[in-house]
């Protein structure tokens, strides 16, 4: 008997329920998922596409840096995550909250358990007139913890920190360091899961930043905390696992640091750079790759057994070789679907 076409064609159930499971999927063990974010603000009947279609994945205990140049779309990026936003679309997930449908009494409590925050501005984080120590229990004494035990837990974040001897002191009498690590003590007091930080170092000079940093690597390393950390400073790859780019609101490269151990033991670390491929197969190539071989318009691709190989649409006199053809899958695109 023949099927009519009508017969196997899916119906729109069927492509619904793939187009669910297709999404369920994504990310599905990580702690932090922005799927296709879009964030768009209108500002005087102007458009700004703040994010657009921004995918990130952080797992469990991971210590990620999120950089990119001014205007990029990291505040935007952090502000969502935080529940202090919402987007425009897509899907944003940290833990069990799902950031899209929370009512207002579950992002209180989101933003009261499951994270916390360290500002840019230090006086954002702590308040001026009360001492280290009585920063970091004011958030455990609003959440009904016992004088005991948010002394104890004062002592151990200031001293995990690095800045015990400041307990006694009021911000004034700190150095903006100080103070940035007394802010992320505060942050950490009511044990969230994930610390976001938003510039923490971008009034401090390089030595004092090189301090915070290296305290959100203690915090990561020492309590288990997701860390993730938004900034321009180009240092910060130095102190993270994992460095992402965003670029006009989406991610577009990222650098990865490991420890290799060489054949006589020495240990050194190695930072590899990865082009991000997004979930509709978009690659960006970097910028200086475009123009030293003068990648404009269009691109060949050539599919190998183990890569992909990209080339110019025409080839430049002095190097008239072909793009292989071995497996003669090479086409043509535009060089817009690499750039976009
Ligand atoms: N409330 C708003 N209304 C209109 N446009 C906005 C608003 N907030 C941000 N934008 C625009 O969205 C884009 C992304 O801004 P965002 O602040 O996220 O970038 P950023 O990477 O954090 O920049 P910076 O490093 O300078 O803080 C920019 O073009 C910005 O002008």
Known sequence: MNATPTALAPTLGTLEERARQRTGAFGEDALIV??????????????????????????????????????SGKSTLLSVLSGLDVPTAGRVRVGPWDLMSMSA????????????????????????????AENVEFPLALAGARRRVRRARAAELLDVLGVGYCADRRPSQMSGGEQQRVAIAVALANSPQVLFADEPTGELDTATSHDVLEGLRTVNRELGTTVVVVTHDSSVSEHVQRTVAIRDGRTSSEVVRRTHTADDGTE??????????DRAGRVQLPREYREALDLVGKVRLALESSHVSVWPDRLPPDRPQEPPTRT??????PAHEEQQ
């Open 268 to 277: 050194h670390v190695v930072a590899e750079e990865f082009a991000v491929l």
């Open 105 to 132: 009494k579950q992002r209180v409590a989101y933003r009261r358990s499951m994270v916390g925050f360290v500002w840019q501005q230090t006086a954002r984080n702590i308040v001026p007139y009360l001492t280290a």
């Open 328 to 333: 003669g899958r090479h086409r043509a695109v």
């Open 34 to 71: 922005c799927d296709s974010l879009v964030r768009i603000y209108q500002s005087e009947g102007v458009e700004v596409q703040a994010l657009q279609g921004l995918d990130l994945l952080v797992e469990q205990g991971e210590l990620v840096a999120i950089v990119g140049a001014s205007g």
